[in-house]
């Protein structure tokens, strides 16, 4: 069994999900301020509009002069103006409204066992953070979603001025959380920003991968995959 002191958490994709894509949720807000977009169109541009804002400003503009909010809203606007929309009263009520609704428990849903899993990990006696490439509205939505509680401290990207799988991030959140790295185990979706970017940084790590994501994705041995959050707890024992 691993001497474990300490678990640091991946949010978006490992604990919460949004409830609806992108490009619903935004057809939904330019519908109710008499605007009709397709949903697929708005997908389609926010994916293109992300990544190209995510590449010229990294980590939100972070030391680049730009606030996470300005980011936002800059890619919200032009996925909107992408889509057909061009008018800019419209588009910035649209992008202001559209970044607080993402700050909801209407937008966001629990994992399977999220709940559960971090509960048990607390009575079990574990140290608990959040490490995430996210903005300064992660808190908010940890509280909104009745999460918060579970943890120690969150350490969003914004926050430490690194995203993973900068090293830098696992670093700071070792010394929030007062552990060595082996004496550490992260939890997350992503091969390369969660699982191996911690082991990386000398820790211990877990993938959440369901059934049916394997292919095409690098080797992970069996027993650091958790089909579900459950599996969790018995990986650990194992180990």
């Known amino acids: 069994m691993l001497r474990l002191r300490l678990l640091t958490w991946d949010v978006k994709d490992t604990l919460l999900r949004l409830r609806q ?3 619903q949720s935004y ?10 977009v397709q949903p697929e169109v708005l997908g389609r541009s926010f994916r293109e509009v992300y990544g190209a804002q995510s590449r010229r400003f990294p980590n939100y503009g972070h030391g680049q ?4 909010w300005q980011w936002w809203l800059d890619v919200v ?6 889509s057909g929309v061009q ?7 649209l992008a202001e409204k559209l970044y607080r609704d993402y700050c909801s428990s209407n937008t ?12 048990r990990c607390r009575q079990l006696g574990f140290r608990m953070g959040v490490v995430s490439n996210f903005d300064r509205r992660l808190e908010a939505i940890l509280s909104h979603c009745n999460l918060r509680h579970h943890f120690e401290f969150v350490l969003t990207s914004e926050a430490a001025g690194f995203a993973k799988p900068d090293g830098r991030i ?33 820790m211990h790590s877990f993938l959440l991968r369901a059934a049916g994501q394997a292919e095409g994705q690098p080797e992970v041995p069996p027993e650091h995959v958790l089909p579900t959050l459950s599996h969790l707890l018995a990986r650990i024992e194992k180990e």
């Open 170 to 202: 696992f670093e700071q959140a070792l010394r929030l959380g007062g552990a060595r790295p082996e004496q550490a185990a992260h939890i997350g979706d992503d091969y390369s920003r969660d699982y191996r970017a911690a082991r990386a940084a000398g």
């Open 108 to 119: 966001w849903e629990l994992l399977p066992g999220a709940a559960e899993t971090l509960s």
């Open 87 to 93: 008018d800019e009263a419209a588009l910035t009520k």
């Open 27 to 36: 057809a939904a807000e330019a519908r109710a301020q008499g605007l009709q």
């Open 77 to 82: 606007k032009q996925s909107f103006r992408l």
């Open 21 to 23: 894509p992108v490009g």
């Open 65 to 68: 002069g730009l606030s996470s």
